[in-house]
């Protein structure tokens, strides 16, 4: 409501409570997401595309860091909330959808191991970004950007059994 120069009152009118709020905040910062992740990822496949996808879900700028703020306020309502929470995991699969799209293509193109599990793959990648994203707003001059984009990097070429340089 400051940023946008009005009263806290006014916004509140058109919500019935915070959570409403929250998820509104959320639906607005997810879709600016997606639109990233689809420019970032257009043309890309397999690893190309995972790399891509993980380095946008990354709290690697201001509106990134904004992004995940409200991620962690739905968080702490889904904890707590059994609708929040359905919604919440709905997300989440969907996340988990994405990365395993890019897995699989990786295994079919001969850019991952044969024996990769993309499900499996994929949950560690979520975990991985998901408490990276906590600890870069908790501690953003340790977990900077270059240290998330080396992250990535580490665990892109693990995958694929490169080691690194």
């Given at each position: 409501a400051?940023?946008?120069?009005?009263?806290?009152?006014?916004?509140?009118?058109?919500?019935?409570?915070?959570?409403?709020?929250?998820?509104?905040?959320?639906?607005?910062?997810n879709?600016?997401?997606?639109?990233?992740?689809?420019?970032?990822?257009?043309?890309?496949q397999?690893?190309?595309?995972l790399?891509?996808?993980?380095?946008?879900?990354?709290?690697?700028?201001?509106?990134?860091?904004?992004?995940?703020?409200?991620?962690?306020?739905?968080?702490?309502?889904?904890?707590?909330?059994a609708?929040?929470?359905?919604?919440?995991?709905?997300?989440?699969?969907?996340?988990?959808?994405?990365?395993?799209?890019?897995?699989?293509?990786?295994?079919?193109l001969?850019?991952?191991?044969?024996?990769?599990?993309?499900?499996?793959?994929?949950?560690?990648?979520?975990?991985?970004?998901?408490?990276?994203?906590?600890?870069?707003?908790?501690?953003?001059?340790?977990?900077?950007?270059?240290?998330?984009?080396?992250?990535?990097?580490?665990?892109?070429?693990?995958?694929?059994?490169?080691?690194?340089?």
């Open positions: 400051a940023r946008s120069g009005v009263s806290k009152g006014i916004v509140e009118h058109y919500f019935a409570n915070r959570d409403e709020v929250i998820e509104t905040a959320l639906e607005w910062a879709a600016r997401y997606v639109a990233r992740e689809t420019r970032r990822t257009r043309g890309l397999g690893m190309d595309a790399r891509e996808r993980l380095r946008c879900v990354l709290p690697l700028d201001a509106e990134s860091r904004q992004d995940w703020k409200i991620r962690l306020c739905v968080w702490s309502v889904a904890a707590v909330n609708g929040a929470r359905k919604a919440q995991r709905a997300r989440l699969d969907r996340t988990r959808e994405r990365f395993v799209t890019d897995l699989q293509a990786a295994r079919a001969g850019q991952a191991p044969a024996g990769i599990d993309p499900v499996a793959t994929a949950n560690e990648l979520m975990h991985l970004v998901a408490g990276l994203a906590c600890d870069a707003l908790l501690d953003p001059r340790y977990y900077d950007r270059p240290y998330l984009l080396g992250l990535i990097d580490t665990t892109i070429n693990r995958l694929i059994g490169r080691s690194q340089p």
